[in-house]
């Protein structure tokens, strides 16, 4: 690539964008920039607006400060988050959001965002209408044409494997029949990220974005996060042309950008920062910034090869449990949910590499012989689980447990509920990679 | 203080040095630095070895890497981790490490720590003595003479009440016999968090510090951490005169400084990685590298003062469970403990705010109403619950569940089994305050 090119008077750059150019840099990426006189700072490079001094790239810094450096100082630029495919979407989103209008279609169940949608009066609007939403936020209508819908409307703490289906089956029927070019679900942020997962999977083989949206507080509030996630969730829906199941939150405290995460890896970690949600493992998918789409490299390496018999499997199983291993753990619970209960499926959350005390390892035992599911994530979040590593990692794999490396606890228990639901050989569903659900092990530094 | 002093021709200093001073502050410290050329950027400030050059301050950056920064380009500096009471600890630990030699009780409790400690030879001690310590980390012989003790050798995933018991005993009684400078306890990372939160309740009136230490990599692989661990883990126990109990693990992959935290707000929050521990909703309490402390400001607001009638309780009551809710709750688990299991108390991982489904709330009801306390903690991990902003919260306490504030839902599984083992007003206990286990909420941003 030429490090500058002055042929059109009319795209003359300046020198910070000539200073991006030649390291191949891109706004709304990562970077690390080193200057001449040694100095090290990273941050993620905004727009210059119009009143901005062209002589300097400016940057957002991890504390939400910006500062500008200017071109001339700049020795050395490293990119930390690579764009991947971003050009053709970014041209999208920035040159032509009116000129080619885009469908779609917005569907409510609930939760802060959809009761209070009304950013500007502290309103409250418990039923949606696309005419309430360009009402509050007028920014919508530039970004599509908005067909809207009720699936239902409670508290994401209510929702679970019946909702997740009834939804799944809404997405595919209004897909079919109307072809919008994306689909945003506004959601409780309880548990959205349990509601991403089941979509994620139940829409295999769905042709259109589906992006889930939340809000932490509600529209009287002046922080109120809603407004700006939609827009985003709304920019990405229409804009991406990548199929899949999307989160989009803040990246930040600030009301800058949005990060969209996958549906699969993506957690609640905080109960009330705006920007509680983060992707886990991996990088979030892209980044969105007044409309503008920058894929930050977070799909790397790309879903499986899916065949027909995966594809639009809507029905999910509530016959799982979800049980958290602590100090002292009374494993007659195992007991008691498989006989009495008659789960099909459990994801135990181990401690560690993903362990279970030895007493309660016998328990795993009972349950797989009865042809029960016992799948192991960890309680750390982060990280694989290994069971090859201490004895009683062994002991529990010889007992049949089965463990899901780095399956998050949540995104393990929606698709167990999910494989049940469609599937006899769960095993086999379970351990296969669909759709980043399961990603390789960073490799560890010194070893 | 003065900015520049060379008063003293053995201690003439460099201007690194001189520019740290001016802006008070220290080696150890998370600053912020500002250069003439607007350049901002922040890291670890680390010590100035005898090669380097004096006319710099060497910060290390969040990457890893170090930067030098010359001491006349920097225009301002921002402490970002105030110093506290270091001083006096500095001194012991940087000028007399020997001369007034410390004593130190290390206690054996099992894990990847106690059976691997010859990280050079890689050969497996499962039986500990302080020859096998010294010949394997001849550095501690600098620190303390060490007494050792094997309390008992078990994976830490079977640790329990009960174990948490036989170790606060031992610790009280031979603190009582010996009076040691400071104790280490050494233990498997897997419920290390859940083992130091019950001995922050049952040492309290204990005057020594206790430092508990494990290690993610045993010693026969190139990056085994456990070495380190020890050595700071020992370091802070003998050093700091802080009476508590605390965790001392890698803060970062890189073999540098050594993170003090909190016993009470300490999490394992990756599977394998060397920095998996981390401090929740607060800084970790001090830093520890080359043997140096810096107190990093991690408990500003001090505990409360605690009468006699809270000291050194020992007992710890299993009748306890930690339940974690999840979409399709089955909310009969929770009739199951109560009425099968006769547990005394449970603590539910909420999600978001602290929430569960409405079906499940009068089984709360149930729980209360026979006198079972009903903890709630988020599974969000960061932040307060708070069940007065919905609906479903404000059910939750009408049926009689005590919102936990931002207790870790480790620590409140640990700090009920206490207080069902000691106390009989078992609610007021909860919400007492005593080591931090509850924390101011910090102010959202633009509210």
Redesign the interface.
């Known amino acids: 690539m030429p490090t500058t090119d002055h042929s059109s008077p009319k795209q003359s750059r300046s020198s910070g964008e000539e200073v991006l150019e030649k390291f191949n840099a891109k706004v709304g990426q990562k970077i ?1 920039v080193e ?1 001449v ?6 941050g993620i490079v905004i727009p210059r607006y119009e009143h901005a001094d062209s002589e300097y790239i400016v940057l957002k ?3 939400g ?1 910006n ?4 071109a001339d ?1 700049i020795k050395k630029i490293k990119v930390l988050e690579m764009a991947s495919i971003s050009t053709k979407t970014e041209d999208h989103a920035n040159k032509a959001p009116t000129s080619e209008r885009k469908n779609l279609l917005l569907l409510s169940t609930g939760g802060t965002i959809a009761s209070r949608i009304d950013y500007r009066t502290g309103a409250v609007h418990p039923a949606l209408s696309a005419m309430d939403l360009y009402a509050s936020i007028p920014e919508l209508d530039e970004i599509a044409s908005i067909d809207t819908e009720v699936v239902f409307s409670v ?8 909702e ?1 289906q009834i939804l799944s089956e809404k997405i595919i029927q209004r897909c079919k029949e109307k072809s919008p070019h994306g689909v945003v679900v506004m959601i ?4 959205l990220a ?2 991403s997962a089941a979509l994620s999977f139940s829409l295999i083989g769905n042709e259109m974005p589906v992006v889930l949206v939340g809000a932490q ?1 509600s529209s009287d ?3 109120s996060d809603g407004a700006l996630n939609l827009k985003a969730a709304s920019a990405f829906a229409v804009n991406s042309h990548l199929p899949g199941v999307y989160v989009a939150m803040h990246e930040t ?2 009301d800058d950008y949005i990060a969209i995460h996958s549906g699969v890896r993506v957690r ?7 920007d ?1 949600f983060e992707s886990i493992d991996v990088p979030c998918i892209a980044r969105v910034m007044e409309n503008q789409i920058t894929m930050t490299g977070g799909r790397k390496q790309g879903a499986k090869k899916t065949s027909d018999s995966y594809k639009l499997k809507s029905k999910f199983d ?1 016959a ?11 494993y ?2 195992l007991d ?2 498989g006989k ?2 008659k ?1 099909k499926g459990v994801i135990i ?11 309660a390892v016998a328990r795993i035992s009972d349950l797989t012989k009865k042809g029960v599911f016992v799948g192991i994530s ?1 309680q ?7 069971l090859n590593v ?3 990692g062994r002991d529990m794999i010889k007992a049949g447990a089965t463990p899901l490396e780095n399956m998050l606890a ?1 995104t393990a ?2 698709k167990l ?1 999910w494989a049940l639901g469609n599937f006899d050989n769960v095993n086999e569903i379970m351990l296969t990679n669909f759709v980043d659900e399961l990603t390789p092990r960073i490799p ?4």
């Open positions: 690390e200057t006189d040694g100095l090290v700072t990273a810094l991890k504390s400060y500062i500008g450096l200017k100082s508290f994401s703490e209510n929702i679970g494997p019946k997740w409780g942020t309880d548990t349990y509601a507080r509030r002046p922080s405290e600030n609640k970690n905080h109960t009330s920062r705006r509680a509530d799982v449990a979800l049980i958290k291993f602590y100090p002292g753990f009374d007659s619970i008691y949910i009495e209960r789960v959350e181990g401690s560690g590499l993903g362990h279970i005390s030895s007493s960890s750390c979040i982060w990280g694989h689980v290994d201490y004895e009683t949540e228990l929606a509920s560890l530094s010194q070893d």
